[in-house]
Structure formats: structure tokens, C-alpha cells
């Protein structure tokens, strides 16, 4: 895993210079060449070809697992980011991809095969972490207005050889997308720019500005199989305010509430900041109410013992939920 992020990062260097890019996008082209297993870029002379080729032939992409080709691309993806000034370039902490990636396995045990949607798929992070602890057939989406991203991801889950859909889009706009089992998403918090486009949800505001994490609650239901499952990352305060008296009826509507895990303080810089896993079901002829919703304040995922515990009483919560 080292090795190839070495290599990821020497001739993302190198391609950025050539290029006249940024860092990121640079990360994005060379990883298209290691999946093509060609120097795609024809604006990059002889010379440098034959150096980005020799740090090339320092990894053998096939004989690595696809988790350590996420995690590999994963660190060259946050060195990026944090060069980058956009907001929106944050990634989902690996801890909680995989945490998710353990609820999307259980909810689906029973299924032979499921689909699932990320609309705000950003890199590909969540998606891929989540796939590779699965061992099922899976009809993966994503979907991001973020051009890079975008790419990022599309070279992301061709590096580990998982087939995907991707769409570069406004989320929130019509997806060609058909419900799915699952909807998985890390939602971006603020306000949606479009009012016109607000106008079709029910969570739009009165005045000004929507919240753009309550729209994309309201659209992850319409692209939910009745019985489907939204497992979303939600700020701890989504709740509170005027505005979620709506949110809290759309929810009640719609839905049954499995479950709220809010993630340890420390993994967030500031607290207003914090986000807990929020687990809803989609009514349906199949869906049920849980006896009792799974609440849950983590420990910290470096405190084994503590750790531990919670995944026991998780555990006793799905054979009970079964």
C-alpha cells in the first residue's frame, strides 16, 4: 500500500508540472494510466514518459487487494485536499466508511444481490469501502456535481475493479437512476443555491434558501425500493431548529427511524461540526418498526474494549430486529 502511493504521489508530482495542474487532478490522470497501463496524457514528452513508466514498473496493481488500493489513493486524495480550497473537498473518515460498510452488510444479509446510491459521492471513498467488505453482487451508483470528483471516483473504483455507475450532476436534480436497496451518503451540509429547483420538495424552505442536507434526505427516499434503507451521515443538530419540525414529520411519514449513532467528538476539529449515522428504513409492505431504535454515543474507534462492547450490543440489536 505504501509503495503504490509513493508511486501514486511521485508521478502525480511530475504529471502536475508537465501538466499545469493542480495536485489533485494530476492524481486523477495517473491513475488512469495505472489502470490503462498506458501514458494516456500526449501533451507529456519522451523524457517524462520513460520517468512516470519507471515509477510505474515499482508496482504490480494486480497482485494488491482493493482495500489497499483505496487506501493508497485514499492518502494521495487527502494530500490534495488539503491543498485545495474548495469546501466541498472533504472526504468521509476511513473508520466511519468501513463502520457503514458493516451496517450496509447486515441490513442486507438476507439479500442475494442489492443495489445501492450515493448522491454526493465525492471520491469514491464511502462507496468503495463499503463494497469491498461485502462479498454480494452489487449495482453501485454514484452521483456528484463535482466534476474532479467525479473523476476521482471513476478512477478510484476502475483501479479496484468495481463496476460502477457515475453521474455528473446536481444531486438534487432528476437521477436516471432506478430505486435502489440502499442509499448511502455523507450529506453536504449548507443551503441549496437553487430556489427553483428547491420548489419540488416538500423540505424546502418558506423563504430564501433551502437546506441542501434535508433535500437530499427527500431525495434519497424517492430513489429508495419501499423496505430500502438510507444510512446517512447527518450533523448532530439536524434535528433542532424550526426548520426540522418538518424534517422530523417527512421522516415520521415516510419511514421508520432503525437507528442514530452519534460518532465520537473526537474524531470531529470543531463540535458544531460533529455527525452521527442516522438509519432509516422506507415504509413499505415489508418494512417494519424496530421494538426499539438502536441509539448509540460511540467511543472513540481506537478504544478496542470499548469498541468491542458496542459492536456486541449492535450485534444482540440485529438478532433481535430479525
Not at 449515522?277 to 474494549?305: C, R
Request: charged letters at 25%.
Amino acid at each position: 500500500m505504501e509503495t503504490l502511493f509513493k508511486v501514486i504521489d511521485d508521478t502525480a508530482n511530475i504529471l502536475r508540472n508537465k501538466l499545469n495542474c493542480t495536485y489533485l487532478e494530476a492524481v486523477s490522470e495517473t491513475g488512469e494510466n495505472l489502470f490503462e497501463k498506458a501514458i494516456l496524457q500526449e501533451e507529456v514528452d519522451d523524457v517524462t514518459k520513460k520517468r512516470v513508466e519507471k515509477e510505474y514498473e515499482r508496482v504490480d496493481i494486480e497482485k494488491l487487494s482493493k482495500e489497499s488500493i483505496r487506501k493508497a489513493f485514499q492518502l494521495a486524495v487527502l494530500k490534495g485536499m488539503k491543498e485545495a480550497t474548495q469546501p466541498n473537498h472533504e472526504m468521509t473518515p476511513d473508520a466511519v466508511s468501513i463502520f457503514v460498510g458493516y451496517f450496509v452488510q447486515k441490513l442486507m444479509e438476507k439479500k442475494d444481490e442489492f443495489s445501492i446510491l450515493d448522491p454526493a459521492v465525492g471520491t469514491g471513498n464511502l462507496l468503495t469501502a463499503i463494497l469491498n467488505g461485502n462479498s454480494k453482487k452489487v449495482r453501485a451508483y454514484g452521483s456528484d456535481v463535482d466534476e474532479l470528483l467525479v473523476k476521482l471516483s471513476y478512477v478510484n473504483a476502475n483501479l479496484q475493479h468495481h463496476e460502477m455507475e457515475f453521474f455528473n450532476q446536481d444531486s438534487l436534480q432528476p437521477l436516471f437512476v432506478d430505486p435502489v436497496d440502499v442509499v448511502t451518503v455523507d450529506l453536504p451540509v449548507g443551503y441549496y443555491p437553487n430556489d427553483e429547483g428547491a420548489s419540488t420538495y416538500r423540505l424546502r424552505a418558506e423563504e430564501g434558501h433551502s437546506y441542501a442536507h434535508y433535500l437530499f434526505i427527500e431525495q434519497s427516499f424517492r430513489y429508495l425500493k419501499e423496505g430500502g434503507y438510507l444510512i446517512a451521515l447527518v450533523p448532530n443538530n439536524i434535528f433542532s431548529g424550526d426548520e426540522a419540525k418538518k424534517l422530523h414529520a417527512f421522516i415520521k411519514e415516510e419511514g421508520f427511524i432503525q437507528g442514530l449513532l452519534q460518532l465520537p467528538l473526537t474524531m470531529f476539529k470543531k463540535e458544531q461540526h460533529a455527525k452521527s449515522i442516522f438509519i432509516v428504513q422506507k415504509k413499505g409492505a415489508t418494512a417494519t418498526p424496530p421494538s426499539q431504535a438502536l441509539l448509540v454515543d460511540l467511543p472513540s474507534f481506537s478504544n478496542k474494549e470499548a469498541m468491542s462492547d458496542i459492536m456486541s450490543q449492535i450485534n444482540e440489536w440485529f438478532t433481535a430486529k430479525q
